[in-house]
């Protein structure tokens, strides 16, 4: 998978300090789970949440901190072996739809009808913060009208491929929509389109379609 | 190695110091005292080798009361803080072995574990359901670090280039990412218009970005 659209690095520099949305962490991780691109962003802005550690201002712990922690590690001469969990889950299938990872263990809601050619299952995220997540499929050739964004929109393709203005999006890309970006995606004709989308911020419905997302946000 | 990956060069103290008009805080003598370079990575190896329990409580002094600060900042409860002072304390003692130098620093690595385990809470707490995920209590296995290592080198050239950031654009990418505070907040804090503290970003962004482009 030649992956052409990535994570910003506002999305990664959140991420790796552990300050992003739930919901846009769970739609970044699935993306980060299939981009070694992504990925050495991350460790490198990981890195750099590391040196904030060394440099920020201590806080004193209370008093008994260090007793407390060193009375747990009581009897336990050495760390025990690095058995480390092979973290394998098998691929999860929804209808013939392969799930990333990060959805391991979350409640995915019954497929619901948004319009003609659009349905929507929506992930329940646990802790989302403002950010609501659903997965959309969308039949080939379906046409969404150009709309533009209040807050952010965060889209990984699964299966399938869509363009816009800004170009072609296939499995394994993700593109965040803010209130700048205004687009109108288009599925391609041969086959239908998967997505996992965050939606962070409330739509304020001006059109027809406006209203269509609404609800798509609102499930 | 003559990286200096641990220690703070003067010129990092731009990144710990406080904002005019912060609260003035007196850094107790007992309390987050420095490590020598590769120090952390060193007394990690240490426990990891021999349950070396001295080695545990000097990452401690300097560890607990920094991951404290972070929590803080965050606005995680003192309590809650605590707890999760503890918590990523014991596992960095119980996961010693998984700690490898050659993917990053040691730091970055306490910090990832403390990151991950404040947002499982988080999660726990305003999940009105049973968290069905994740059975062992483990935060993410760390999903973005395992294929993506960072050498020592690039690792020093990137904390080079982060020292090189003028003040101005290093304390608001801080301020914004490392501690979550809204750019409006941040421009009242400072005392500029919110464009400048929003270009500011923007530029101590696209530095960051050209620099990982570089050391790519």
Redesign the interface.
């Known amino acids: 998978m030649t992956i052409l659209r990535h994570l910003s ?2 999305t990664l ?7 992003l949305d ?1 919901g846009l ?1 769970l739609v970044a ?1 699935a993306h ?2 299939v981009c ?1 691109e992504c ?24 008093a008994d ?2 007793s ?3 009375a ?2 009581e009897g ?7 058995a ?2 092979a ?1 394998v889950l098998a691929p999860s299938v929804l209808d013939g739809i392969v799930l990333p ?2 959805l ?4 995915i809601e019954p497929r619901r009808w948004i319009a003609p050619g659009v349905y929507a299952r929506r992930v ?1 995220v ?3 913060g403002a950010a609501r997540v659903a997965l959309l499929e969308l039949a080939p050739g379906v046409a969404i009208p150009e709309h533009g964004h209040e807050g952010m929109e965060m889209t990984l393709v699964l299966r399938g491929a869509y363009s816009d203005a800004l170009g072609r999006c296939a499995a394994g890309d993700v593109t965040e929509a803010d209130e700048e970006v205004s687009h109108g995606p288009r599925v391609e004709a041969d086959a239908a389109c998967v997505c996992l989308v965050a939606f962070d911020g409330r739509a304020r419905p001006k059109n027809l379609f406006a209203r269509l997302y609404q609800s798509v946000r609102d499930i | 190695m003559n990286a200096a990956t641990f220690t703070l060069a003067p010129d990092w103290l731009w990144f710990a110091r406080r904002l005019p008009g912060g609260r003035g805080v007196t850094r107790r003598a007992d309390q987050g005292e420095r490590l020598a370079p590769d120090e952390a990575a060193r007394l990690i190896a240490s426990i990891a080798r021999t349950g070396d329990k001295a080695a545990f409580a000097r990452l401690f002094d300097y560890f607990a009361p920094r991951l404290r600060a972070y929590l803080l900042r965050l606005g995680t409860a003192a309590n809650a803080a605590d707890e999760l002072v503890q918590e990523t304390m014991l596992r960095v003692w119980r996961k010693a072995r998984q700690f490898e130098p050659a993917s990053g620093s040691a730091s970055s690595w306490v910090f990832v574990i403390a990151r991950n385990l404040r947002v499982d809470r988080m999660r726990r707490e305003r999940s009105p359901l049973p968290e069905a995920a994740d059975p062992s209590g483990e935060p993410d296995a760390d999903p973005g670090g395992e294929a993506a290592l960072i050498g020592a080198e690039r690792r020093e050239r990137l904390r080079e280039a982060l020292r090189a950031l003028p003040e101005e654009q290093a304390r608001i990418l801080r301020l914004s990412y490392f501690e979550d505070r809204p750019h409006a907040e941040i421009a009242q804090e400072l005392g500029v218009p919110l464009g400048t503290v929003k270009s500011r970003a923007r530029l101590a962004v696209a530095r960051l970005r050209a620099l990982l482009d570089d050391l790519a």
């Open positions: 690095d506002e520099l959140r991420l790796a300090a552990g300050t739930p962490a991780r980060l789970a070694p990925r050495a962003a991350l460790a490198a802005y990981e890195e750099i949440a590391g040196a904030c550690l060394d440099a920020i201002e201590p806080e004193p712990c209370p901190a260090l407390r922690a060193l747990a590690l336990e001469s050495a760390p025990p072996p690095s480390r969990l973290a990872a990060a391991s263990g979350l409640a329940a646990p802790g989302a």
